[in-house]
């Protein structure tokens, strides 16, 4: 019912140095609720994860504990 409302997106997870550390497409037909699994390689710290959709761009910091 709500596939309607959720297109194709793309996230993108990057360090503060602007290293992409993570990076994948969903598309609109797949499930609704997304669950990323980062690397266990990926250190603690702060990292930005950019959301980008046909409507435009959101950008959000994230803590890796």
Do not use: A, H, P
């Amino acid at each position: 019912q709500f596939k309607e409302v959720v297109s194709d997106f793309n996230v993108e997870i990057f360090d503060v140095t602007g290293k992409v550390v993570y990076i994948n497409e969903f598309y609109q037909n797949s499930d609704l609720v997304k669950e990323i699994k980062i690397q266990d390689e990926i250190n603690k710290g702060i990292y930005f994860m950019n959301i980008k959709t046909n409507e435009g761009l959101i950008t959000k910091k994230i803590i890796i504990e």
